[in-house]
Each structure stands twice: as structure tokens, then as C-alpha cells.
């Protein structure tokens, strides 16, 4: 019985097949006029830090063709960086990362393509919402 050989790519052996074969690095996308739709989901395990936010991507006079809904997320030191700007609803902030197109397909035969966008820097803040106190205090003091 022979004995087959498997390659594995850290075989000198296998060395030429990919050698030369670098993959493509992703383009990095800046989105300049992002509105936040929701607060953002912010968890820090101890060992891993990790935010996400559900933003909508509009026409900016750079980027008049941009609409699009989309989930920006970071993990470790950009995810500490982006819990600082303290996003709320109704924000427009500025966003760079990897964007990534995700196609659902649901059983009706219809799709969805879902774009998520991997931080490589937080937020910048373009406009902020105007802040409403919603203190219990606050309220009952209104009432007043």
C-alpha cells in the first residue's frame, strides 16, 4: 500500500504554488456622512473589547451615489476609541474601514445584501444630536 503525501503550506515542497499568489489587500472605504440609527452594542470580555453600531451611509456631495444601511463594527483598541465618542441616535459621524457585502437569501427567493463595515479608526463626529436628559429626576422636574 503507498503512503500518500499530503502538502501543506508550510511543505518547502509546497512553496512555489503560492509564491507570487499574494492575496489582494482590501481597499480601505471612508464614508463621510453616516447617520446613527441605534445606540451602539459595546462588550468588554477582559480579554476582548468589541462595539458595533447600525448606521445609514447618505449622499454627501464627495459621495453622491452612497445610500446604503450598514453595521460598523471594531474590536480591541478602535472599539475602546469609539465607545469614547459616546454615539447617540440622530449623530453624523465620518467612518474609514473594510467594507464587506454579505447577500441573504430568505426562503420567499428573495435577497438582501447587508454591508458591514470593519473600522480601522473610530468614528469621527460630524454633528452631534442635540442631547435630551432622560434622568428620572429630569423628567419629573419638567412636570412641574
Not at 509546497?14 to 462588550?43: H, R
Not at 426562503?107 to 434622568?135: C, D, F, N, W
Request: proline share 6%; glycine share 4%; charged share 25%.
Amino acid at each position: 500500500m503507498a503512503h500518500e503525501k499530503f502538502v501543506t503550506p508550510d511543505d518547502a515542497s509546497f512553496q512555489p504554488y503560492y509564491l507570487g499568489l499574494e492575496a489582494e489587500q482590501p481597499k480601505e472605504t471612508e464614508l463621510a456622512n453616516c447617520l446613527v440609527l441605534a445606540l451602539p452594542a459595546y462588550k468588554d470580555t477582559g480579554r476582548r473589547r468589541e462595539w458595533s453600531c447600525a448606521l445609514h451611509a447618505q449622499p454627501s456631495i464627495f459621495q453622491p451615489d452612497t445610500d446604503m444601511e450598514l453595521i460598523a463594527s471594531a474590536s480591541h483598541e478602535v472599539a475602546a476609541q469609539s465607545q469614547r465618542k459616546s454615539l447617540k441616535p440622530g449623530d453624523r459621524v465620518m467612518l474609514t474601514g473594510i467594507m464587506r457585502e454579505d447577500t441573504l437569501m430568505f426562503p420567499t427567493g428573495e435577497s438582501k445584501i447587508m454591508y458591514h463595515l470593519a473600522l480601522t479608526q473610530a468614528p469621527q463626529m460630524v454633528a452631534k444630536e442635540k442631547r435630551v436628559s432622560t434622568t428620572v429626576y429630569e423628567q419629573r422636574r419638567k412636570r412641574r
